[in-house]
């Protein structure tokens, strides 16, 4: 069965949604949405579809069964709910929410209208972990206790809206570090978090004077910088486990990507390349897996992750990165961002 799908937001990440849609034979792109309607004509152009700058058109079409909701950051809550009132299975792009109050809405919104939500932690579907998800279900690392997780750019803000907190809703902490929170968090085996404890900074700014280098940009020409350049965390789990972050759009130091997870009977590296760590014999033993891609790789992850919606929308699996798994990840930044601001640590309420 061709699921019918739109895509809702057309800024940089979007381009990855629309081609693993069109690139999956189970999927038929049929619409296109964003507030720059020329912008929205360009994409349908590229991808052989319609466009519109009205969201209601997208959700009041009885034939379009699911939506990608690519919007910055404070309007994920809104579209996502209407879209599941609307009828439509939902992607939404991480972070679910910005705040507990909005993801305990969307949570309701599932709750009352059966529809499926998926929140968009395109790592969980790369085959770095996906293996290691494998082994971990196995029992191969034991009791996982530490994680680590680090996502550093030098000079890395994008500019457009991910400069700009009002609609962000903050820095590199949850537009990078989200993803390697959730990343180490599915793979501990998703225990609630009791606290946080972090910090942030925002000495250096967007560092616009830096020169002769290629960045990432956000498809918007804007730069404004009201986010943090850097921030750090601890996060506690009720078992006992711990979890520590760091990540930057903005830092003097190398680019860096490292994500770890330690047990009692092994751990792993997943980035910046699949690496398993155990014993045998009184012997240490480095494990290198011998796959395709040992570090993310950033298309197979999408395709894997658009294929695995389909599935949800479909009803042959349920969805698995769920909204309620998205308002524990709203506690948890919630609680890194009060904590850098009030200087001590911050208890997770329920």
Known sequence: MTTRVAVIGLGSIAGEHLSAYQQNPN?????????????????AD??????????????????????????PNTVHAPIAEAALRAGKDVLVEKPMTITVGEAETLVRAVEETGQALQVGYVRRYA????????????????????????????AGNPGGWFGDV?????????????????LCWYLMGMPKAVSASGATFAPLGARDNIQNLTRYKAASAARPNTVEDYATAQIRFENGAVLDVDTSFSLHARNEISVRIHGDKGGAEIEPELLM?????????????QID?????????????????????RREIPADATAEQGLEMARILTAIYESAKSGSEVKITR
Do not use: M, W
């Not at 690392?141 to 996502?151: C, H, N, P, Q, V």
């Not at 760590?277 to 897996?289: F, N, S």
């Open 46 to 71: 590229e991808y052989g579809t319609r466009a519109t700058g009205n969201v209601e058109e997208i959700l009041s079409d009885a034939e379009i069964d699911a939506v990608s909701v690519c919007v």
């Open 277 to 289: 760590v155990t014993e045998r014999h009184d012997t240490l033993l480095h494990i290198q897996p």
């Open 166 to 182: 009002e609609l962000s809703g903050g820095g590199p902490l949850i537009d990078l570090g989200v993803h390697i929170i959730d």
């Open 127 to 154: 085959p770095n972990a996906l293996v290691t998800k494998r082994f971990l279900d196995a029992g191969e690392f034991g009791d996982i206790y530490s994680a680590r997780a680090t996502l550093l750019r030098t």
């Open 27 to 43: 999927a038929e792109l049929v619409a296109v949405c964003d507030i720059d309607l020329e912008r929205a004509k360009a994409r």
């Open 293 to 313: 891609s040992l570090g993310f790789d950033f298309k197979v992850g999408f395709a894997n992750q658009i294929d695995h919606f389909l599935k949800i929308v």
